[in-house]
């Protein structure tokens, strides 16, 4: 074993773990510390007795174990705990050392953390990381971004570690100063809930409509995963619904159904909106996790309220085929939207984020790596500067066929009183983003009218504004503030 240490990590729940198992299978030498101090000796006597590690039982013992210039990695929870070990490490390394974050932590935390960093001499990355406990032990997806000068130094270990697409890229890349990375795990993380919901409503229709069980649905998406849809979640999915529990029963249905989230999917959500950017399905993917909360209030409603019953009368294959087209209708809408909301956030930030990259990023490893990407990835590579994901023949062409399928889904899902706000949602999206004429012009008139925040003319030019005195008994004062 060497002396010194390539890298260290704080934080020994199951992501670091796992993470440092495989830098060590790489052929690095890491040293491991954790505040309790006891889960250190039962890794390195456990997991990872005889192999590459230095346990530490002190932050001071983690640094003098490393090599310089140094890189301490933190996998610990976001928030607090960030700011508490960064106050920590900064007395005890040197100029040109790296602090490095790989958890969840929300951008603007890790705009102002480089900045701090920076402040001291010192060099900065956060760095999101996907895949779980797996990704992280067999190859993860890795989105680092803060000080450009400490890439060199951690280049080499991130992408060992990282997952490998079929011709041995690797799924990570720098991605560009500050929060840039924390910001496009933050997207990723989006994409996500909107992904899982979608696959929800789809185990929804089946369930409630069709009257499918889990074993039958099970077939179902292994059947869509060999297609257009492959993907880890599609997979993962397939697995759960031929999961038996100890009587034999699906276990899917025996698990209450009230969904958690970390806060990721409503940082991306309320980013969009800060953005002036439309993340509809994502938005109503969080909002569909915070309805299933209200589990007690919704079971009161549900014996005092009277709706639509499922009574579905149509052909029950063409149903299921339909249904395969507007989850890839959807799923396409959700990178869009993702995508829009990384293009604004780039020029409010000033990041130079390569859109084609992140996809390459996004094809293995993580929770949302998927067959798809690659057109994705073909999309930016042959337009750079492509400004919409439909905008691409690929897309324009692939959701203008399922369109029909789409909309067949929507339509009986509401006529049998099934909620599917992420597919209608994207759906409304999709119809909206292609109409050149949309009502806001009459909003415009309200507000001018209420409020005298003047309104836009078609036959005038962009830039010029006019108020109307709507009731006879106004002025001609108008109101200073006019947001598109």
Known sequence: MKQKADIGLIGLAVMGENLVLNMESKGYTVAVYNRTVEKVDHFVNGRGKGKNFIGTHSLEELVASLERPRKVMMLVKAGKPVDDFIGQLIPLLEPGDIIID??????????????????????????????????????????????????????????????????????????????????????????????????????????????????????????????????????????????????GSPLVEKILDTAGQKGTGKWTAVTALDLGIPLTLIGESVFSRCLSAQKDLRVKASKVIAGKKPDFKGDKQQFINDLEQ??????????????????????????????GGIALMWRGGCIIRSVFLNDIKKAFDKNPKLENLLLDPFFKESIESVQESWRRVCATALENGIPVPALTSALCYFDGFRNDRLPANLLQAQRDYFGAHQYERVDKPRGEFFHTDWTGRGGSTASSTYQV
């Not at 990381?129 to 991130?158: C, D, H, N, R, T």
């Not at 993702?338 to 020029?347: C, K, P, S, V």
């Open 102 to 247: 790989g958890g969840n932590s929300h951008f603007p935390d890790t705009i102002r953390r480089t900045k701090q960093v920076e402040s001291k001499g010192l060099l900065y990355i956060g760095t999101g990381v996907s895949g779980g406990e797996e990704g992280a032990l067999l190859g993860p997806s890795m989105m680092p971004g803060g000080s450009p000068g400490a890439w060199p130094y951690v280049k080499e270990i991130f992408q060992a570690v990282a997952a490998k697409v079929d011709d041995g890229s690797p799924c990570c890349d720098w991605v560009g100063e500050d929060g840039a990375g924390h910001f496009v795990k933050m997207v990723h993380n989006g994409i996500e809930y909107g992904d899982m919901q979608i696959i929800n409503e789809a185990y929804h229709l089946m369930k409630e409509l069709l009257g499918m069980d889990a074993f039958e649905q099970h077939e179902v998406f292994k059947k869509w995963n060999a297609g257009k849809l492959d993907s880890y979640l599609i997979e993962i999915t397939a697995d759960i619904l031929a999961y038996k529990d100890e009587d």
């Open 326 to 355: 507007a989850i890839y209708g959807a799923k396409i809408i959700s990178y869009a939207q993702g995508y829009d909301l990384m293009m604004e956030a780039a020029r409010e930030y000033s990041w130079n984020l390569n859109y």
